[in-house]
């Protein structure tokens, strides 16, 4: 499984963690409180579940992405001729 490098948003500051591939799972530091979402640059992840890994005092955040809003389109104010 691979992992990648991000940044989560905790309390105004920027905590280094790791993300896996299908991005369901989040590991990172057992320094943060977790609440119902949890935020990686512009994506909020809804949090399902979270363990600590007591050994390596590693906290293991099993999430799901929320889906983003779709853009509004905005009108030209010109009536369509049909």
């Known amino acids: 499984m691979s992992w990648s490098k991000i940044k989560i948003d905790a309390d105004g500051e920027k905590l280094d963690a790791f993300i896996n591939h299908d991005e369901t799972e989040i590991c ?8 119902d979402d949890i935020k990686v640059g512009n994506q909020e992840y809804k ?5 600590i890994n007591i050994v390596s005092d590693m906290l293991t955040i099993k999430v799901l992405a929320k889906a983003s809003k779709p853009k509004e389109k905005k009108s030209d104010g010109k009536s369509t001729k049909g």
């Open 28 to 35: 990172i530091q057992n320094i943060i409180e977790i609440g």
């Open 47 to 51: 949090v399902l579940s979270s363990s």
